[in-house]
């Protein structure tokens, strides 16, 4: 019941009431209760006075033995692996990558935008406003190795998350797969969440708040020029 989505589900208060009952219950009488990061143990602990294990979920190495030796992409590519819908559009991004395009020189022209996988109408209109929709290249569902390929290649990896209270706990399971991938991560979402807490644990990246657009053109421009 503290899933990011939860208000979404315009519930009764009746429901709600059952829905927070049936899940205490069957916390309190579970063997064993089992999370996958540290904040959402936290919750349950408040929900059934049982503190979980926690076990993250994880990459297989295996998976990227081979595409290591793939070479980095070209232009200076900006990927994200998976879906993105309304929620997780990331605002501030198309605001820094525009304000970059016109302010540094040849940006514009280096710059491709790879989203593998679904992506909602409002990241279309918003690129399309900003005058990116010409960096931007769109790739239906892959095979999981040939996405793997993608990711070791690029130059950034995108990591957006939802702008919600209660999304402290919640990470993504393609941050392991880019962790596999050993390329840079721009985050954009919460600095003290359990994501923040992978990706500074493992110097992986930057994470970077919902609206700091200016250091997000900072990190982008760091590594457009390294």
């Known amino acids: 019941t503290n899933i990011d989505f939860y208000h979404k589900l315009k519930l009764s208060t009746w429901a709600d009431k059952k829905h927070k009952r049936l899940e205490q219950k069957v916390l309190q009488k579970a063997n064993q209760i089992v999370t996958v990061s540290w904040s959402w143990a936290e919750d349950f602990y408040k929900i059934a006075n049982r503190m979980p294990m926690v076990i993250t979920n994880g990459f297989d190495p295996s998976d990227f033995k081979e595409a290591e030796k793939l070479p980095l992409d070209k232009k200076f590519t900006i990927t994200h692996a998976g879906s993105l819908n309304d929620d997780r559009n990331p ?55 040939q996405v793997i390929n993608h990711l070791i290649k690029a130059q950034l990896l995108l990591l957006p998350l939802n702008d919600t209270p209660n999304i402290n706990g919640v990470v993504p399971g393609k941050l392991y797969e880019y962790l596999g991938a050993k390329r840079p991560i721009i985050c954009i979402g919460k600095t003290v969440g359990d994501a923040a807490k992978i990706i500074k644990e493992t110097n992986a990246g930057s994470i970077i708040d919902f609206k700091d657009v200016e250091n997000l053109q900072k990190e982008i421009l760091k590594s457009y020029k390294s």
Do not use: M, R, Y
């Open 91 to 145: 605002h501030i991004l198309w605001l820094a990558l525009n304000n970059l395009c016109n302010d540094v020189k040849g940006f514009k022209a280096d710059l491709v935008i790879k989203f593998i996988g679904q992506v909602d109408i409002s990241v279309i209109n918003e690129l399309t406003a900003k005058g990116l929709l010409a960096n931007f290249t769109k790739i239906n569902s892959l095979p999981h190795q």
